[in-house]
């Protein structure tokens, strides 16, 4: 009976392990599922939007097939939209529960802006615009897990038609929860049919021993001698060495074969009893419902200044003005012209700080789907010493890179309530009544009073108590003024007034109703001959010289500093005062006065 219920015992566990690796096999369905996307025409754009890469679950295998080069990137779809307004492309989306492609022709009153990229050719490596950009030769295959309302471009080179050949793959999810328990319990009757079945055999061997009243014993042979002289006995091993031997050779296979079963139960061949984790809730910031996207994330804005770091960088090192234009823009990009001609001039003077890049400290993003577009960021110090840069980079329209137009060293440590970068903030009008005062008045107001000090009608809404700036004009003009009175005192004038750059104002919104607002404010000492007969000289001022292109003048000279700074600007209902945050100051020109 032993020998039946192994035999039960071993016909059940194949039958369990059949069918649990057959679960696995044989009877599972397609890993993966693929849509392939036809291509109509010669366009050199394809837009594959994200519906159409949402039309499964999980991430997105994307695998495409040229002639030549292959171009990918993926970003916003209103952005890449906007972006292929100049070009004529292919637009893939869903239309009545099927994927359709169409030609798109390019937008005769693009751009609107009226941009000098006009003219540019419209090239998709580079953009400001991706999130993330792949390139390759041939094909190009990439896995993304892009959300909804993203949207990837397809191109070959921007001129050639885009690649024809377009496939996008999603996993399946086929799991198989009752094979890990049927190849389990099958390998369970496994060993306990083993059990069975030794334990059988050794109860038929038993079986077969003497017997109190059994039939009489066979007749004893003699023994050997001759072989017993040589020390050799030939005998039969005992029953408990052969059984102990098949055992051994028995239950290594068992457990060889048990473990090589188990090896190809992955988590999703077992049921999952466990609920579901549920994340524990956050604080947050709700964006309001008709707020706008915010015009970077949080990579996009590292890479962006990235870009322009090294590019500058590449300015500075060739004192190329044109090549740094492509990064900068106003107050930013006149002290870096000056810089080139003083150093072209004079071998000892020094070029501007690099630009900071890498990690950001803090980003302030513009919630705006349209252009212009600002992001304030904040960039760890680059020595030991070093203070913060705070930045302000403007994009024009969708066609242009983004440039710097703002760069200041942070000089306050305050606390400001800003929206985190996923929401953005919103741009402040320049005339917007709700600040303290509106941005449009703020570097008028502050260079009056750095003109006029104490004595200025503004100088009561600004915290002088935290302005490193003030402190540092002050010290700045005695010095100099002290310097000319030296040597000019007895046939010259210095004086000294402020005005308001021809940069325009930016302003970005904090969580608490106020705004940080970033200025120029021109600095200006005007060196003037007391006398007709009196000239003043500059030739001991290789750095007013060169600028100037005169070394005296009977007129006298005005020398122009550019200040490019950060203020945070409270609510017109709040007590605080406009409070600096930051600032940079480097010269300008010089030139006669007249």
């Given at each position: ?34 849509q392939a996307i ?11 939007e ?8 999980g991430a997105?295998?994307?695998?495409i ?50 941009s000098?990229?006009?003219?540019a ?28 309302g ?6 070959s ?11 996008v ?39 077969r ?6 039939l ?13 002289e ?13 059984t ?21 139960c ?26 706008e996207s ?8 590292e890479?962006?200044?990235g870009?322009i770091?090294d ?7 060739a ?8 990064r ?26 690099a ?5 950001l ?22 020595g ?9 980079i403007t ?8 440039k ?8 306050s ?11 953005g ?11 303290a ?36 004009v002050?010290?700045?003009?005695a ?13 010259g ?6 005005q ?19 200025v ?20 001991q ?27 945070f600007?409270?609510s ?5 005062r ?16 007249g």
């Open positions: 009976m032993r020998f039946v219920w192994a035999v039960a015992a071993f016909v059940l566990a194949a039958l369990l392990i059949g069918a649990g690796i057959a679960q696995r096999t044989v009877f599972e369905g397609p890993t993966t599922v693929s036809d291509v109509e025409g010669d366009a050199p754009y394809l837009l594959v994200g519906d159409v890469l949402g039309i499964h679950p997105q295998t994307v695998h097939e040229g002639t030549g080069p292959v171009f990918a990137a993926y970003g916003r779809t209103s952005d890449v939209v906007a972006w292929l307004a100049r070009s004529e492309y292919v637009d893939v989306s869903i239309a009545d529960g099927a994927v359709t492609s169409s030609v798109v022709a390019a937008s005769a009153d693009a751009p609107s802006s009226g000098p990229a006009t003219a050719a419209l090239t998709p490596q580079g953009s400001d615009l991706w999130l993330d950009e792949f390139d390759g030769s041939g094909t190009l295959d990439e896995t993304l897990q892009l959300p909804a993203m949207s990837l471009l397809v191109a080179d921007g001129v050639a038609a885009a690649p024809s050949t377009v496939t793959t999603w996993p399946i999810q086929n799991s198989t929860p009752w094979a890990g328990p049927l190849i389990l319990l099958g390998c369970v009757l496994l060993v306990a049919g083993l059990v069975l079945y030794l334990l059988a055999v050794r109860h038929v061997r038993r079986s021993g003497p017997r109190r009243k059994g009489p014993l066979p007749v004893t042979e003699p023994i050997d001698v001759a072989s017993a040589k020390g050799v006995i030939s005998t039969t091993p005992t029953r408990r060495r052969l102990g031997g098949k055992r051994a050779f028995v239950a290594v296979p068992a457990v060889a074969v048990s473990a090589l079963l188990f090896t190809g992955t988590a999703d061949a077992w049921p999952q009893l466990a609920p579901s984790a549920t994340p524990s809730p956050s604080a947050t910031v709700v964006a309001p419902k008709d707020q915010p015009v970077v994330t949080e990579a996009q804005a890479r962006i200044i870009r770091a590019e500058v960088a590449k300015a500075d090192e004192r190329d003005a044109t090549a740094a234009a492509q900068l823009d106003g107050t930013a990009l006149a002290a870096r012209e000056t810089n080139y001609t003083l150093r072209a001039a004079i071998p000892e003077q020094q070029a501007l700080p630009i900071p890049s890498g990690t400290q803090v980003i302030l993003p513009e919630a705006n789907d349209e252009w212009p577009r600002t992001f304030f960021a904040v960039a760890a110090p680059t030991s010493d070093g203070a913060s840069t705070v930045m302000s994009q024009q329209d969708a066609w242009s890179p983004y710097l137009t703002y760069l200041a060293g942070l000089t440590d305050a606390d400001l309530n800003l929206a985190p970068a996923y929401v903030a919103i741009a402040i009008p320049e005339d917007s009544p709700f600040l005062i509106a941005p449009e008045n703020l570097a008028s107001a502050y260079a009056d009073v750095l003109t006029k000090g104490d004595g200025s009608e503004f100088s009561a809404l600004f915290d002088s108590a935290d302005d490193a700036f003030r402190t540092q002050d010290k700045s003009r010095d100099r003024l002290a310097a000319f009175n030296a040597t000019g005192a007895q046939t004038t210095m004086t000294f007034s402020a308001a750059g021809t940069t325009a104002p930016v302003a970005l919104a904090t969580l608490d109703s106020g705004a940080i607002v970033a120029t404010v021109d600095d200006l000492d005007t060196v003037a001959p007391t006398n007709a007969d009196a000239v003043i000289k500059v030739d001022s290789p750095m007013l010289k060169t600028l100037a292109g005169v070394d005296q003048s009977s007129t006298g000279f005005v020398t122009t500093y550019g200040n490019q700074l950060f203020f600007v409270p017109q209902s709040s007590k605080e406009i409070q600096l945050l930051g600032y940079s100051s480097n010269i300008l020109s010089a030139k006669v006065a």
